[in-house]
């Protein structure tokens, strides 16, 4: 092929544009497990950027389970869930989570997805048709965007964290189908979405409400449970989905609900049919991470994070930028624009500390900022080290 290939040529000078905005991102290539301290090109790294809030990414025992669960049922799972893949593993973990839920639903069910990307599709797009609305909260998660409008459903984005603005939607809407659909921790904010309120919308408008706990499952709630544990929530009109591959360690997602709304998931969701079924070994693993996130250990961990919590917040008190009032483990810090952010980001690195620096189209134009999250696996010393750190470069740079 010539290099005027315009189609190539054309991708080429659109990189080169995302380069001159400061919107190329790059990838770093990990060389040791993920945890606090990671090298990077040989170099050791501080990092507060995972979402690893448990720091159960390389628990000794979930690793043994992993290969535990390779010797156990091989390596790879040989066809998708509804003809041959779905191995005792996957039952094992959907039963365990169940139980998780009993206090929520009448009859709990709980199926297990490969991510959290395709359990979003398939919610949105099984439970609501060309007929429904799905009303979407502004900051939702891209698979919750993606998912609604796989669903070809109508789409009402209501502002964020506005229950007025959503109830007249609610009330104008002529579907018969109606989703509210939310993130339950705002994965760029770290605040909580007002379940308590936004249930009792949809029960008065007989709609569902569908609530994607990735950054609560595992850290919220007395024992673990998530953000319907944290409030307390119980009801058939909800729809939850927790993910696997952040607080929890592993991989892979789930949907909790009724049994009955699990059961039209098996039958209609394409992203759960049409794909080879996950290693059973990563489910396997999964029963661990669910048992520690469940147990003393895993309070343990929770308290400890909460404490890091605490202490970010009463420590760092900065004079031009701006630091969201979070109550979890995303601490987000406003720095403005996409030159700043990433000169931000270049310098702490150079100090040997990782933060992730986020830029839109994730966030809102002109609010590019620093996202910090914390996990159960740093120290006191080490969070002690990153507020000094960015003190200094607010100091230099603001
Ligand atoms: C990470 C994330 C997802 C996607 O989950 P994966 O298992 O990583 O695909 C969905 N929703 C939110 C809010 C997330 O932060």
New binding site residues.
Partial sequence: MTSDFSLLKNLQQQLTDLEKKQLRRQRRVTETPCAPVVQVDGRQLLAFCS?DYLGLASHPEIINALKEGADLYGAGSGASHLISGHSLAHHQLEEQLAKLFKENFDKAGCLYFS????A?LAVLSALAGKEAEIFSEELN?A??IDGARLSRAKISVYPHRDLTQLESLLKQSKANIKCVVT?SVF?MEGEIAPLPELLALCERYGAWLIV?D??GFGVLGEHGHGVLQHFNLHSPHIVYIG????AAGVS??FVAAHHSAIEWLIQRARTYIYTTATPPAIAHALLKSIAIITSDEGKKRRSHLQSLIHAWRSAQQLQHWQSLASPTAIQPVIIGSNEKVMAVGAALLEQGLWVGAIRPPTVPLNTARLRITLSAAHTHEQLTTLIAAIHDCEASMA
């Fill in positions: 979402n991510t959290g990307y395709m979003n998660h698979s919750l993130d994965s994607d990735a950054h993910t696997l591959g952040k892979g997602a």
